[in-house]
């Protein structure tokens, strides 16, 4: 028999890899408590509404034109709630500043990455694009590493029954040693600090199913880190960087267009094909490991998951299938190393207490198909639970059509 409660649909419109696209999800499971949050979403083109592919970076009128004809798509759903992921940094995150013009809420930050981006009201855009559909308390902007990492988290806490019987069975045997629940222990295993490396470099914390937030942006891609010199092979740092205005941030050391540049002045200072791929690899680990590095000394996460193309680069034999990422972890290992009263040095740092599994990595790559997507629609499904509007609670199914 039909559910006679309407259906409560969420949307978003996210912009990765030269793209446009918008999705939508019916919310079905609300346990009153955000973190809980489940959707009707396979992350199949059941949830698409639209998708727009640029071969080159779009113009500024080009981007505008083709979000307003997602958002028009997104409003024959009628959906609850409404998000839009910016890749460029945004003046406001804070929904209470929602409103009053001197608050920048939604408007984006001149970028030289993301220029099309560059000081487009995204709010007001979708507010005008969706007027009389959505309330406009009910449409969010957030920076797209947020919500990648809110998408990791509920993916991951969504899909506990991938965990193995073995792991279940520790889980339990820790929650009664500790006095705490299972899900309790579940979630702090997977609070996740998101960390993007790509065109740009860039993370977020999402814990207990909310995004850590301060005022303003979390911006990794200006920090500096230290130069490497890795004395075992021979190889010493001298690449000035290719940030116009920092030269050696993180930004102009370890992005796809630093590290294409580094390629390109090895193949013409005569070094092998093998040789070039070693020395690559060798860059991405040792800043990847102090970006992580930063990250735990700051939030303590319990999970730190690397994303983006330059972790993902399928010609690697260093890719997601290979060693990197392995690597890396094993070198933060190494870094955060502690010294017990006998003097044995331990390269499992002290606070990882939930290693549940033999071979658990504290540093991992993204197990959520399309973490942006997801975080999206999670976070639009979190705003209209958190003002109460959720009707329709009924148990998970399996895919869901948007028809």
Request: hydrophobic content about 40%; charged content about 20%.
């Amino acid at each position: 028999m039909p559910n006679s409660q309407p259906q409560q649909i969420v949307a978003c419109v996210v912009y990765t890899d030269r793209m446009i696209e918008a999705s939508a999800a019916q919310v079905i499971h609300n346990s009153k408590k955000i973190d809980h949050i489940e959707l009707g979403w396979s992350g199949d083109d059941s949830t698409r509404l639209y998708r727009k592919t640029f071969p080159t970076p779009p113009k500024q009128d080009e981007l505008v034109e083709a979000l307003r004809e997602a958002m028009s798509e997104v409003c024959k759903k009628r959906p609850a709630s409404l998000v839009l992921a910016s890749p460029s940094p945004l003046k406001s995150t804070a929904p209470s500043e929602r409103g009053f013009d001197s608050s920048g809420y939604g408007v984006t930050e001149a970028s030289g990455l993301f220029p099309a981006w560059s000081g487009l009201d995204l709010y007001a855009l979708a507010c005008d694009a969706c007027a009389s559909i959505i309330d406009p308390m009910d449409i969010h902007v957030q920076l797209d590493v947020a919500l990648a990492s809110l998408g990791e988290y509920h993916w991951r806490l969504n899909h506990k029954e991938l965990t193995s019987e073995t792991t279940r069975q520790k889980q339990k045997l820790y929650a009664a040693r500790v006095g705490r629940s299972v899900d309790q222990v579940i979630f702090d295993e997977h609070s996740v600090s998101y960390v993007k490396l790509s065109s740009d470099i860039n993370a977020a914390l999402t814990q207990q199913g909310v995004l850590f937030e301060g005022k303003g942006n979390p911006y990794l891609s200006m920090l500096h880190p230290h130069r490497c010199n890795i004395i075992d092979h021979g190889f010493n740092d001298d690449f000035e960087g290719d940030c116009s205005l920092h030269n050696d941030c993180f930004g102009g050391m370890l992005t796809q267009r630093a590290l294409k540049r580094r390629v390109e002045i090895y193949r013409s200072d005569g070094l092998s094909m093998n040789e070039i791929a070693l020395r690559k690899a060798l860059v991405i680990v040792e800043y990847a490991v102090q970006l992580c590095e930063i990250l735990v000394a700051a939030h303590r996460p319990s999970l730190i998951v690397l994303d983006g193309r330059v972790v993902n680069d399928r010609d690697s034999e260093m890719g997601p299938d290979g060693l990197l990422i392995s690597a890396i972890n094993d070198q933060l290992y190494k870094r955060l190393a502690v010294i017990d009263a006998d003097g044995n040095v331990s390269l499992k740092p002290s606070y990882i207490q939930h290693n549940f599994d033999e071979g658990f990595r504290f540093v991992q790559a993204a197990s959520c198909p399309n973490p942006l997507t997801y975080g999206a629609l999670a976070h639009a499904a979190n705003i209209i639970a958190a003002a109460g509007k959720i009707v329709n609670l009924g148990k998970r199914s399996g895919k869901q059509s948007m028809e």
